[in-house]
């Protein structure tokens, strides 16, 4: 219901500009500054749109992940010289929540200290096994899966895991950590 709703106001926006649009179309009067103040007017409604989109994203994550069953998965990676990641699956209380196929563009920026939310979804307060499998090329160019796993304790605050992919050189190979931010 509410995606209908900001549906048909984002709709309703988008008509209003494509009027203001065709009115421009039309010839000007005697007046020259008529069509500036219209492209004007164009212009703040773009905007006001553009504030209002940003204002109903907010509230539909609001609505949809409310802070007492939130729960938020990010993937980061260092440097990334013994392990070129592939893929991520990720598994809450032994049940599969996200599955994540990587391109070699969002590998790279993950390499130059981005970050990925890999999942964002609702759980219910108490403790929670996570577990998640990753896939990818390892040392000496051979096909690599491994696993991190651990339980965390969800409380009436939102909840935010890191799931993390470091070089270690003394062994080298990846290590694979998870963490509470």
């Known amino acids: 219901m509410l995606k209908t709703t900001i549906i048909n106001l984002l709709l309703f926006c988008w008509a209003s ?3 203001v649009q065709a009115q421009e179309l039309s010839p000007p009067t005697a007046d020259n500054d008529a069509p500036q103040s219209i ?6 409604l773009k905007k006001e749109v553009i504030a209002l989109n940003r204002d109903l994203f907010i509230l539909e994550e609001d609505l949809l992940f409310p802070s007492s069953t939130q729960l938020v998965v990010y993937v980061a990676m260092d440097m990334g010289s013994y392990f070129k990641l592939d893929a991520v699956e990720l598994k809450i209380d032994d049940e599969t929540v996200s599955q994540y196929l990587y391109t070699q563009r969002q590998v790279s920026a993950l390499y130059r200290g981005g970050v990925q939310r890999l999942y964002i979804g609702n759980i219910s307060q108490g403790d929670h096994q996570i577990s998640a499998f990753f896939t990818g090329i390892g040392p000496q160019d051979r096909p690599y899966k491994r696993a991190v796993s651990g339980t965390f304790n969800k409380d009436s605050d939102a909840k935010a895991l890191q799931l993390n992919i470091v070089d ?3 062994k080298q190979q990846p290590e694979f950590t998870l963490t509470e931010l």
């Open 168 to 170: 270690s050189s003394s």
């Open 17 to 19: 500009i494509s009027c």
């Open 39 to 44: 492209e004007q007017q164009v212009q703040d």
